[in-house]
């Protein structure tokens, strides 16, 4: 593997990668970590590049815990693991809206992997913000893991361990090698699903199964994970399969994860997706069973 380390490099994914570390650790942690106690001044390229992924974490935190206590009656009520969830959610809910949006514009709206643009083959293409995306991803991926081994399994099971490892080990080989950026991002934007996937949480845990709200975002979830999880992927092994001469130019370790990884998360995509698709048929019919019960009376 030839390595990613230029000039520019050398700087970029090491610190994009050490102010997600940084940030969400503070999230993470906010009563243990305070950067200015130990007089820590991160440079101004640090904090922009953190702001991609991790913007300040004690501020979002804070807001997450702010708007649920006024807005929600019940947060009050809520035991001390279900408020450490509930705060961590939202912070991975601004977390998948970020990677989500500039996965998408370096994807579909720039020209950065366009074919009428003679800028390489597209397997060689890549951007310092899909370098820094990746780095603040993975600074994300390792605190949000450290939490749920530190709680496990309340935060997640071994899915969820398996997941993020999956996910940090691709992110890192691109992040590394510069290549298959495009490929990698496709697969980043399907965090866009998570906000459904937290607000269905919300939902439950405050007892707000009946209303119209979960079942809209119960079929919102069913219609992104389907077009995000399911048809992307679809999408991302045809345009793969189309190029193979060009994926197979890349080393060989690079070669097979790009296969393997991939191939591993579209299943449990598939799984998940049989549950969620469950779950929905099993919200209509019990609103439907209601309605019919409703018009007997």
């Given at each position: 593997?030839?390595?990613?380390?230029?000039?520019?490099?050398?700087i970029l994914w090491p610190a994009s990668v050490l102010a997600g570390i940084v940030m969400c650790g503070a999230l993470a942690f906010?009563?243990?970590?305070?950067?200015?106690?130990?007089?820590?001044?991160?440079?101004?390229?640090?904090l922009l590049l953190s702001n991609l992924g991790c913007p300040n974490p004690v501020l979002v935190y804070e807001m997450t815990r702010m708007v649920s206590s006024r807005c929600f009656k019940g947060y009050s009520r809520l035991s001390h693991m279900q408020k450490v969830e509930w705060n961590n959610r939202g912070f991975s809910t601004f977390h998948a809206l970020v990677a989500a949006a500039i996965s998408f514009y370096l994807v579909v709206i720039s020209d950065l992997f366009s074919e009428d643009v003679n800028n390489g083959i597209i397997i060689d293409r890549k951007s310092w913000l899909s370098d820094a995306m990746f780095g603040a991803s993975?600074?994300?991926?390792?605190?949000?893991?450290?939490?749920i081994l530190w709680y496990f399994p309340s935060l997640g099971g071994k899915e969820y361990l398996l997941h993020h490892g999956?996910?940090?080990?691709?992110?890192?080989?691109?992040?590394?090698?510069?290549?298959?950026?495009?490929?990698?991002?496709?697969?980043?934007?399907?965090?866009?699903?998570?906000?459904?996937?937290?607000?269905?949480?919300?939902?439950?845990?405050?007892?707000?199964?009946?209303?119209?709200?979960?079942?809209?975002?119960?079929?919102?979830l069913f219609v992104g994970w389907l077009v995000a999880r399911i048809i992307l992927f679809v999408y991302l092994f045809t345009h793969m399969y189309f190029r193979y001469d060009q994926?197979?130019?890349?080393?060989?370790?690079?070669?097979?994860?790009?296969?393997?990884?991939?191939?591993?998360?579209?299943?449990?995509?598939?799984?998940?997706?049989?549950?969620?698709?469950?779950?929905?048929?099993?919200t209509l019919s019990r609103r439907r069973k209601h309605s019919e019960n409703g018009k007997t009376d």
């Open positions: 593997m030839d390595g990613n380390f230029g000039p520019q490099e050398r906010p009563n243990l970590i305070n950067l200015r106690d130990y007089g820590l001044c991160l440079p101004d390229c640090l993975i600074g994300y991926f390792l605190i949000d893991l450290a939490m999956l996910s940090m080990y691709a992110i890192g080989l691109a992040l590394l090698s510069g290549k298959a950026h495009m490929y990698i991002l496709m697969v980043l934007f399907t965090e866009v699903t998570t906000p459904f996937v937290n607000l269905r949480w919300y939902l439950d845990v405050s007892g707000q199964k009946t209303c119209n709200l979960y079942l809209y975002n119960g079929v919102a994926a197979r130019s890349i080393f060989t370790l690079g070669f097979y994860s790009l296969v393997a990884v991939p191939s591993a998360v579209s299943v449990m995509n598939v799984f998940w997706f049989w549950k969620i698709l469950k779950g929905v048929v099993k």
